[in-house]
T-cell receptor
Framework: AQSVAQPEDQVNVAEGNPLTVKCTYS??????LFWYVQYPNRGLQFLLK??????LVKGSYGFEAEFNKSQTSFHLKKPSALVSDSALYFC??????????????FGSGTRLQVQP | NAGVTQTPKFQVLKTGQSMTLQCAQD?????MYWYRQDPGMGLRLIYY???????DKGEVPNGYNVSRLNKREFSLRLESAAPSQTSVYFC??????????????FGSGTRLTVV
């Protein structure tokens, strides 16, 4: 079985400060990992993904995420937050071996609020 | 623009009514999915279709049926709507797992209220 945990319902950060949104995962094999962002009344948009290779993945809008196999984590980061980054962020995982349910499993989401 | 199109965008149903949510993609993706989004619960998989001609249950399939009409279209049917099915429904599509571009493209969602 595969699962994802996003331990924080909400993260508050001041504009210009670095931000981190946490994600931990569980899979039986190796993971595909994703971050998606959802703006109000919109669908989910792809931010970045990790499949293989460098543990630090760079994505859209200046976001990056670090894959840590020993800690089974894939935290989303940005060096300097913008007010326009305020949105709902979802982490998702799928077992790379493709066993079991052949679809992404999503976390419960973390709301990011960036204050001016 | 290429992408995933969902209809309708909004719907209000009375308990016991039926309806079909439509989803179409024009990216020639093999796989299609239906998720529901509820506050604090993230996205939960209802049904998916790994390829044309196949469908499988997800995490929360009870009360729903699906049809993969062709490679482009994947519909979700509520036979007898219940208030517990009040939610935002998202359709998504993807290429196969072993392709470099694997990842989901989402539709804009259907906001369904059952009264």
């Amino acid at each position: 079985a595969q699962s994802v945990a996003q331990p924080e319902d909400q993260v508050n950060v001041a504009e210009g400060n670095p931000l981190t949104v946490k994600c931990t995962y569980s899979v039986s094999g190796n993971p595909y990992l994703f971050w998606y962002v959802q703006y109000p009344n919109r669908g989910l948009q792809f931010l970045l993904k990790y499949i293989t290779g460098d543990n630090l993945v760079k994505g859209s809008y200046g976001f990056e995420a670090e894959f840590n196999k020993s800690q089974t984590s894939f935290h989303l980061k940005k060096p300097s937050a913008l007010v326009s980054d305020s949105a709902l962020y979802f982490c998702a995982v799928r077992d790379i071996q493709g066993t079991g349910r052949r679809a992404l499993t999503f976390g419960s989401g973390t709301r990011l609020q960036v204050q001016p | 623009n290429a992408g995933v199109t969902q209809t309708p965008k909004f719907q209000v149903l009375k308990t016991g009514q039926s309806m079909t949510l439509q989803c179409a993609q024009d990216m020639n993706h093999n796989s299609m999915y239906w998720y529901r989004q509820d506050p604090g619960m993230g996205l939960r998989l209802i049904y998916y279709s790994a390829s044309e001609g196949t469908t499988d249950k997800g995490e929360v399939p009870n009360g729903y049926n699906v049809s993969r009409l062709n490679k482009r279209e994947f519909s979700l049917r509520l036979e007898s709507a219940a208030p517990s099915q009040t939610s935002v429904y998202f359709c998504a599509s993807s290429e196969a797992l072993d392709t470099p571009n694997y990842g989901y493209t989402f539709g804009s969602g259907t906001r369904l209220t059952v009264v």
